[in-house]
């Protein structure tokens, strides 16, 4: 039976309008116009000042911290979580359930004011600290998740079967379980370093003064227009960071 | 096992995050709406006593159209992401294997690059010295002086570019479990395309379907940042209020007022949601 064109025509035109302006902002980045309205000639230029701004630098490194010791915690906790969900069914699992899955549809302005609320009402100064805090909490759900679809193809009677051949509990879990979970752990953690880095509004609610993280300064980079060509180069490096994660996670997930 | 063992080795398993999102999840959202009863210190904090003068401030005529653009525009972009999203996913789950995971990939790239970068990309490309703007004034399709940014079919664009993969994602985990055979039963049967597309897949991913527009909807609820940054004056969403009385008139009450109202809007309909499927679960098994 002969295949309609048009889903095939509409998916080449989404793809084309997602990428078109990442494509523009890639090549501006090279381009020695200031606006990017004309080529006027290929430059290392803006490349060149992105390394000389020490303040980006400190801010990616925040970043980092952030995104690591962040993913890291909603690891744990995450993989945990979706262990309780899948081998349990119960009342408990059912709230367990609804309060993994409501952050997820939470729009972010809200979890940042209510964080935000928590913070001043308990006096916790914002900082570091309270930025690891809010990350965990938006990350713990997305890696949950992306655990519990591992879970669900996850055999269960290899753990019988290892407890049949004398291991105790505890080995199978560290010697079957675990390392057959790893990929779906890592994929999971990998998305919360993503999300950790790339976040800006819940960030913006809880920073303080000195804990200038990345998305917080390209914000403040994009109200004066002579940093914009550098916007340009910072968002070709974090474009193709983000293409080389989305690759390694996709690989993880696939992996049976 | 023994019952009592499993008992404590759910709750063990159970209460790391269960506490967790109890602490910093539940808890802040009952304090924004009990901190909207508070009255405002200068210090941007929360002064002592409870009053009501904050709800009395909200019933102001002026909120009356923010309100209306922010449901208005939030419906408009997840219709039309819904219909973008339903053929990609489409062609997507009927692609072969190879075609599929490049197609997957080409979706998640952009839904993981930065959100910041996103708008900026289209802020540059919408810029009037920008290359969009130079293209079309010289196809002759806008006139000379046409301004591109800062209006609300501007605010509508980006948030539909930035909300299509969150449409897309959910309606293709819907449509790899759909059964395409059952298109191919429906031509047989004397169905044409258009007819089998929507009487047979679109009812098949239905879930996928509300997922998505939920995802989207709620997404484009608490939008400041585009409003803010490719939108006119005139554009401002329910969102921009609330980051406004937080970071220029430190007034936390208010904020927490309009925030408690959107949470209310956004979370009680959800609840239903979950609750009535795990019912339907129930009623299923």
Redesign the interface.
């Known amino acids: 039976m002969k295949r309609s064109w048009l889903p095939g025509f509409i998916t080449l035109c989404v793809i084309l309008f997602l990428f078109a302006p990442l494509v523009v902002l890639v090549v501006n980045s090279f381009n020695a116009s200031r606006f990017g309205g004309e080529w006027e000639g290929f430059t290392w230029m803006w490349y060149e000042k992105l390394w000389a701004a020490g303040e980006i630098w400190e801010s990616l490194l925040i970043t980092l911290k952030i995104a690591i010791s962040a993913s890291l915690a909603a690891m744990v906790l995450g993989t945990l979580a979706a262990y309780a969900l899948h081998r349990f069914r119960s009342g408990l699992q059912n709230v367990h359930h609804m309060l993994i899955t409501l952050p997820l549809v939470m729009p972010d302005i809200l979890m940042g004011m209510s964080l935000l609320a928590l913070f001043v009402l308990t006096g916790l100064e914002t900082g570091l600290l309270t930025i690891w805090i809010a990350h965990v909490t938006f990350c713990l759900s997305f890696v949950t998740m992306v655990v519990l679809g591992r879970l669900q193809d996850f055999d269960f009677t290899l753990l019988d079967a290892a407890r049949d051949l004398g291991a105790t509990q505890a080995q199978a879990v560290k010697k079957v379980l675990l390392p057959l979970l790893l990929p779906g752990v890592l994929a999971g953690g990998l998305l919360a370093f993503t999300l950790s880095i790339d976040d800006y509004v819940i960030t913006f609610f809880v920073s303080g003064p000195g804990t200038t993280t990345l998305p917080l300064r390209v914000a403040s980079m994009m109200k004066t227009s002579r940093s914009l060509p550098m916007i340009n180069a910072l968002s070709t490096l974090l474009i193709a960071s983000t293409f080389l994660v989305a690759v390694c996670s996709h690989r993880l997930q696939r992996r049976a | 096992m023994s019952t009592g063992t499993r008992t404590s080795r759910?709750?063990l398993?159970?209460l790391?995050?269960?506490t967790?999102?109890?602490v910093?999840?539940?808890?802040?959202?009952i304090?924004?709406i009990l901190?909207a009863f508070r009255p405002a210190d200068l210090q941007?904090?929360?002064g002592p006593g409870w009053t009501m003068d904050t709800l009395h401030e909200l019933n102001d005529p002026a909120y009356l159209p923010i309100l209306w653009r922010t449901f208005s525009l939030s419906a408009a972009t997840t219709l039309i992401c819904l219909v973008?999203?339903l053929?990609?996913a489409?062609?997507?789950a009927?692609a072969g294997q190879r075609l599929r995971?490049v197609?997957?990939?080409?979706?998640?790239?952009?839904f993981?690059?930065?959100?910041?970068?996103?708008i900026?990309?289209?802020?540059?490309?919408l810029?009037p010295?920008?290359?969009l703007?130079?293209l079309l004034i010289s196809l002759q399709l806008i006139p000379e002086n046409a301004v591109l940014l800062h209006h609300s079919g501007t605010v509508l664009l980006v948030l539909v570019?930035t909300q299509?993969?969150f449409a897309?994602l959910p309606l293709y985990a819907a449509a790899e479990k759909f059964d395409m055979g059952l298109l191919?039963a429906a031509?047989d049967l004397g169905a044409g395309?258009w007819r089998a597309f929507a009487k047979v897949f679109v009812p098949g991913v239905r879930r996928g379907l509300s997922s998505a527009a939920?995802?989207v909807f709620?997404?484009c609820?608490?939008?400041?940042?585009i409003p803010q940054?490719v939108g006119g004056a005139s554009d401002e969403m329910l969102?921009s209020k609330?980051?406004q009385r937080?970071f220029s008139d430190r007034n936390?009450p208010h904020?927490?007022a309009l925030?408690g109202g959107?949470?209310l809007a956004?979370?009680v309909p959800?609840?239903i949601v979950?609750l009535w499927q795990?019912f339907g679960r129930k009623e299923e098994s």
């Open positions: 759910q709750w398993l159970t790391p995050s269960l967790w999102l109890a910093f999840f539940v808890i802040p959202a304090l924004v901190t941007g904090g929360v973008l999203g053929p990609v489409f062609q997507m009927r995971q197609l997957l990939l080409l979706v998640i790239i952009p993981l690059s930065n959100f910041l970068i996103r900026f990309a289209w802020k540059s490309l810029h010295e920008g290359p703007t130079k570019y299509l993969p897309i191919d031509r395309p939920i995802m709620v997404c609820l608490g939008q400041y940042v940054m969102g609330i980051a937080v936390l904020a927490s925030a959107l949470m956004v979370l959800m609840l979950v795990q």
